[in-house]
């Protein structure tokens, strides 16, 4: 019996019966009780600014104008999301680990919403932290349909103020647009994307023998911090003496970056929303996806504290400017001083889980080969580029699994498992009790294996969170009951 006044739409019929999750033709209200105790997220297009343009970008809002969730640990995460766009879309919900039918990867764990549809999903918070939301529809995620999920907890003190920052790559260049030339290869590039052929070969071998990554194949129009340039940042007022938390999330759809604190340690507590035993410095790497909560206590005098992020390997970057007192604040140039380095392996190798997986055998391994061609732009799994035939990967409940990642190409692969929490265990042969995360980059001829506990029965998606990578095919699933 349906308590609630909710028409079901024929094809999610079947997925209700699963779990809570249900798609309705008529919005929030009417009699459904649980209506007015729903989050509602709306999916919107929006007009921001870009290098002086008007730029037409996708938005994930409450109604009262917040932008994404903050939330508590231990309240249920109940939200109904009303598709307001003119296309089919479908919001995952990155780091969390609901029911997989709520996992919001479409066609995997349920179809899109249709425009003017909603979507209802309710599942236990089991963790705190900071996590994001982001469409797994097409190329959406590029036209920032994205936006941060707050996971409060007992680490949040209320001594110290919170900063979210949203890191985002931008191009006036529609992305099937950007996609197609990356498929064309280089001979036919436009400005907005670097002909990667010419760049090195799969395996990054250039003449000369030396291994160099290939980065940054999109060339972008702007980085966007919170929405914002270099040329015209967010400014924060923050206490002078005080402590601030930055919640830095890299939802760019191909760029990685380092974060310069400048002249301030920065206290890194967690990634990816798992606390880590805090290691102080003033530059962290952030790849696509992933996430950096740092501490900062700032100084006593009135001053200006940059919080930058340089792309990798380049000069380009973006950030937003912490004021304390009357400190003055100076135009940051957009270009940093010298090239940044490409993302390494070895804050990786550092970071250790305050809370690691209990030790145990691998009761299953499997090995997955990052594979692609650069000049065809395709990429996969094992030399599978996804499709709707290929199996998934076996697993049973109950068992650790490790997942050995070998990356083969020559361009750095940030890897992202759904719905667990996986802990990085070994690089290149080197055992350790690693972060607790949910995406971990893999550098060129590098080899990282992950572990996770297959606690959570269902279908879920693992692939490459490079958006043109994942596109392309470098992506498969595991299955278990
Ligand atoms: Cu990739």
């Known amino acids: 019996m349906l308590s609630r006044r909710t028409v079901l739409i ?15 033709q008529n919005p929030a209200g009417g009699s459904d009780g ?38 508590d640990v231990g309240k249920p995460f109940r939200v109904r999301v009303e598709n307001k766009i003119d296309e089919p879309s479908l919001i995952h919900w990155h780091g969390l680990t609901p029911p997989w039918q709520q996992d919001g990867v479409p066609g995997v764990s349920g179809p899109a919403i249709p425009p003017g549809g909603t979507a209802d999903y309710d599942f236990p918070l089991r963790f705190g932290g900071t996590f994001w939301m982001h469409s797994h529809q097409g190329l959406q995620e590029q036209l920032l349909m994205a936006a941060p999920l707050i996971i409060l907890d007992q680490r949040d003190r209320p001594d110290q103020q919170e900063v979210v920052v949203m890191l985002a790559d931008f191009s006036f260049t529609p992305p099937d647009q950007i996609f197609a030339e990356l498929k064309k290869g280089g001979g036919t590039a436009t400005p907005a994307v670097t002909p990667v052929a010419a760049k090195g070969s799969m395996t990054g071998m250039k003449a000369g023998g030396a291994a160099k990554p290939d980065l940054n194949d999109v060339k972008y129009d702007a980085f966007l911090a919170n929405d914002r340039t270099l040329a015209d940042p967010e400014v924060i007022k923050v206490e002078p003496g005080g402590r601030v938390l930055m919640r830095i999330i890299n939802s760019s759809a191909m760029s990685a970056y380092h974060i310069d604190l400048g002249a301030l340690n920065g206290e890194l507590i ?6 880590v035993i805090p290691i102080i410095a003033r530059n962290f790497p952030i790849a696509v996806a992933q996430r950096l909560d740092i501490r ?10 940059p919080v930058l992020a340089v792309l990798e390997g380049e000069r380009r970057r973006t950030g937003i400017i912490l004021v304390a007192g009357n400190g003055p604040v100076t135009r940051i140039p957009e270009l940093a001083q010298a090239p940044s380095t490409a993302l390494a392996l070895d804050l990786e190798g550092r970071l250790r889980a305050s809370q690691p997986l209990t030790p145990r055998k691998a009761d299953r391994v499997h090995t997955l080969n990052l594979t692609g061609d650069m000049a065809k732009y395709i990429w996969s799994i094992n030399n599978v580029a996804w499709n709707k035939d290929v199996p998934p990967l076996r697993i049973t409940k109950g068992e650790r ?55 959570n029965p269902g279908t879920w998606a693992f692939h490459c969170h490079l958006l043109y990578h994942l596109d392309a095919g470098m992506f498969t699933t595991l299955q278990y009951v």
Request: without cysteine; proline residues 7%.
């Open 10 to 24: 024929g094809v999610l019929a079947a997925s209700a019966s699963f779990g809570p999750i249900s798609q309705a």
């Open 34 to 71: 649980n209506a007015a105790r729903r989050t509602i997220l709306q999916l919107q297009r929006r007009s921001i600014q870009v290098n002086g343009k008007p730029a037409s970008v996708f938005d994930i809002r409450q109604p009262d104008g917040t932008f994404g969730i903050t939330t």
């Open 270 to 275: 967690a990634v990816d929303g798992f606390p």
């Open 296 to 305: 900062l206590r700032i100084p006593r005098a009135s001053g200006a504290h």
């Open 401 to 455: 699994v490790e997942l050995i990642l070998v990356n083969q190409t020559g361009m750095p692969h940030p890897m992202h498992l759904h719905g667990h929490e996986f802990q990085v265990v070994e690089i290149d042969g080197k055992r350790f009790p690693g972060a607790v995360r949910d995406t971990v980059l893999v550098t060129p001829n590098r080899r990282v294996v992950i572990a996770f506990d297959a606690n």
